[in-house]
């Protein structure tokens, strides 16, 4: 079972590229944030004819997520982060495939740094937090994926020195991570790649993609039955070189049956 992660930076004005990646890797389960479009303009008969089944939680301009499947019936459980009945926003949606749970999340930039959405993004990760222990406690296979707006650590930031006061690697951000890691997830990434420079982001600006000036802050957080079917994960850099294409590359891993 291959699950991807895959933050579009506008599912309609991306689309082509989007359903090229689809056609040329075919991962079983997909999740999209930055959708950048509401919940009426999503483009469902595309992703249809593509061979995927599709829910969505839009949002005009900004944010929005989805999760997409070409294995059958996806098993809608929530489209709202618990925690905050006044957060309006559309950062989190949550599914049943094939026996597994995904939550999808799109996880607050928080800059600039200090100041209110930086103050945001902290309690959204705290409710993030509070969420996670509740799946874990559930006992049931579980992936938590998206676009964290985290670099856990150095390594995963071109020049970490050059972010140090940034929302995405303030020491507050990187604790929470910690925080909800030690729950007893595992990041994929590392722990098939413990010690290897890996980027997920690159910026428009300053050649970032030619120069490998990248970011990790696209992961997979899986739940302790699914550390062991952890067979393969990477990350589609090539996607990233793509005309049009977003400043995200695609990430995903690969699940024993």
């Known amino acids: ?121 902290l309690r959204w990760f705290e409710r993030l937090t509070i969420h996670a222990a509740e799946l874990l406690a559930s006992g049931t296979p579980v992936v938590l994926t998206g676009d964290y707006n985290v670099m856990p650590t150095e390594i995963d930031a071109y020049k970490p020195e050059r972010w140090v006061n940034d929302a995405l690697f303030r020491p507050e951000t990187r604790a929470a991570f910690k925080t909800l890691v030690a729950q007893g997830w595992t990041d994929a990434i590392r722990k098939l790649y413990p010690t290897e420079i890996i980027y997920t982001f690159w910026d428009y600006f300053r050649d970032a993609y030619g120069r490998n000036a990248g970011l990790r802050i696209d992961h997979f957080l899986l739940s302790p039955g699914l550390e062991s079917r952890l067979v ?24 024993a049956d």
């Open 1 to 121: 079972m291959k699950i991807a992660t895959y933050n579009v930076n506008g599912v309609n004005g991306r689309l082509p590229v989007l359903l090229r990646w689809l056609n040329e890797t075919a991962p079983d389960v997909v999740c999209l944030q930055e959708l950048k479009a509401p919940q009426e303009n999503f483009p469902e008969k595309a992703i249809n004819d593509a061979g995927y089944s599709a829910i969505w939680h839009g949002q005009k301009s900004w944010n929005g997520v989805a999760i997409l499947s070409r294995l059958g019936e996806i098993k809608e459980v929530r489209r709202v982060l618990p925690g905050d009945p006044d957060d309006e926003h559309s950062r989190y949606i949550e599914a049943i495939i094939n026996g597994i749970t995904v939550g999808c999340l799109y996880l607050p930039n928080g800059n600039p740094a200090p100041g209110p959405k930086f103050d945001y993004k």
């Open 232 to 255: 393969a994960a990477g990350v589609d850099r090539n996607v990233r070189g793509w005309e049009k294409s977003s400043d995200h590359g695609p990430v995903w891993i690969q699940l």
